[in-house]
T-cell receptor, first 117, second 110 residues
Framework: GAVVSQHPSRVICKSGTSVKIECRSLDFQATTMFWYRQFPKQSLMLMATSNEGSKATYEQGVEKDKFLINHASLTLSTLTVTSAHPEDSSFYIC?????????????FGSGTRLTVV | DAKTTQPPSMDCAEGRAANLPCNHSTISGNEYVYWYRQIHSQGPQYIIHGLKNNETNEMASLIITEDRKSSTLILPHATLRDTAVYYCIASTGGGNKLTFGTGTQLKVEL
């Protein structure tokens, strides 16, 4: 079935540094990927839609210069949190659209727990 | 995407059927009903989706009312491992975003 791999699963960084999170579709090509953020005891909030070869579309209120998204290939999208601050600490989850096989739909990665200290 | 409404929490005894309701009264004709679940600190897991017919797979059954204004996810024999937050989402799919609501926290107990 469709598998989306997200790396790292956990990361701790110092305030002011940048962190890159990778999202890979392992056995399928993903033209479209999505990035979500989830704070404790809350639901997933969509941050942006990433399309291969073009600029990402950001949701209202999400700073595109702070959350840099690159989708340079059909199997890899990256989210870079620039100049991270403690309020950026959250659970970041990516998703890719699967359009074949029995798992048609949206497949999610296992998430990245970011802690900024 | 149409707004969905779910009860915030439900309990179920292990081995019994868990029936999770979802209201989507403003769903449009081309919007599917998707169900995902999220076990603590993991990414959401796909369960099932449907347009207007009832659907069944190895995980669950999806019952959609004839007017499509509501649906029910059925886990036929709930186990402790089914304890999770269950999300019902209405979306046209096909590359369009999924918007998550608050979901239902299902707790399966002995």
């Amino acid at each position: 079935g469709a598998v989306v791999s997200q790396h790292p699963s956990r990361v701790i960084c110092k305030s002011g540094t940048s962190v890159k999170i990778e999202c890979r579709s392992l056995d399928f090509q993903a033209t479209t990927m999505f990035w979500y953020r989830q704070f404790p005891k809350q639901s997933l909030m969509l941050m942006a839609t990433s399309n291969e070869g073009s600029k990402a579309t950001y949701e209202q209120g999400v700073e595109k210069d702070k959350f840099l998204i690159n989708h340079a290939s059909l199997t890899l999208s990256t989210l870079t949190v620039t100049s991270a601050h403690p309020e950026d600490s959250s659970f970041y989850i990516c998703s890719a659209l699967t359009t074949s096989g029995t798992n048609y739909g949206y497949t999610f990665g296992s998430g990245t727990r970011l802690t900024v200290v | 995407d149409a707004k969905t409404t779910q009860p915030p929490s439900m309990d179920c005894a292990e081995g019994r059927a868990a029936n999770l309701p979802c209201n989507h009264s403003t769903i449009s004709g081309n919007e599917y009903v998707y169900w995902y679940r999220q076990i603590h600190s993991q990414g959401p897991q796909y369960i099932i989706h449907g347009l207007k017919n009832n659907e069944t797979n190895e995980m669950a059954s999806l019952i959609i009312t004839e007017d499509r204004k509501s649906s029910t996810l059925i886990l036929p024999h709930a186990t402790l491992r089914d304890t999770a937050v269950y999300y019902c989402i209405a979306s046209t799919g096909g590359g369009n975003k999924l918007t998550f609501g608050t979901g239902t926290q299902l707790k399966v107990e002995l």
